[in-house]
């Protein structure tokens, strides 16, 4: 059994993840291989205090990336991620930057 502390693994900060923040109140997150929509959605509740709306999960794909010599190849891993919508009115400080 897992805890609510190990299915979120860190906020994943990217320009569309800031569009998103911004207007859309959504948040991504990278979370634990094995977690579902509701874990995700308790963990989210419970960790930061507010009303999750919708949970979408999706697993990105490892990529190849060509890098020191042409003959090595390095592989980034795959991850799974979710888009997190919170309910009118809430949002998270983590993705708010400086004040």
């Known amino acids: 059994m897992t805890t609510i502390y190990e299915v979120l693994r860190r906020p994943l900060i990217t320009e569309k993840s800031n569009y998103q923040?911004?207007?859309?109140?959504?948040?991504?997150?990278?979370v634990a291989s094995h977690a579902t929509r509701t874990l995700v959605k308790d963990a989210i509740e419970q960790l930061f205090d507010v009303k999750v709306e919708r949970v979408n999960i999706m697993n990105t794909?490892?990529?190849?990336?060509?890098?020191?010599?042409r003959r090595l190849l390095v592989r980034t891993?795959?991850?799974?991620?979710a888009i997190v919508t919170l309910?009118?009115?809430?949002?998270?400080?983590?993705?708010e930057g400086v004040k």
């Open 61 to 69: 794909p490892a990529k190849r990336s060509r890098r020191r010599n």
């Open 21 to 30: 923040s911004g207007k859309l109140r959504q948040y991504t997150f990278e």
């Open 87 to 95: 309910a009118e009115g809430n949002t998270l400080e983590i993705f």
């Open 77 to 81: 891993p795959g991850y799974k991620k």
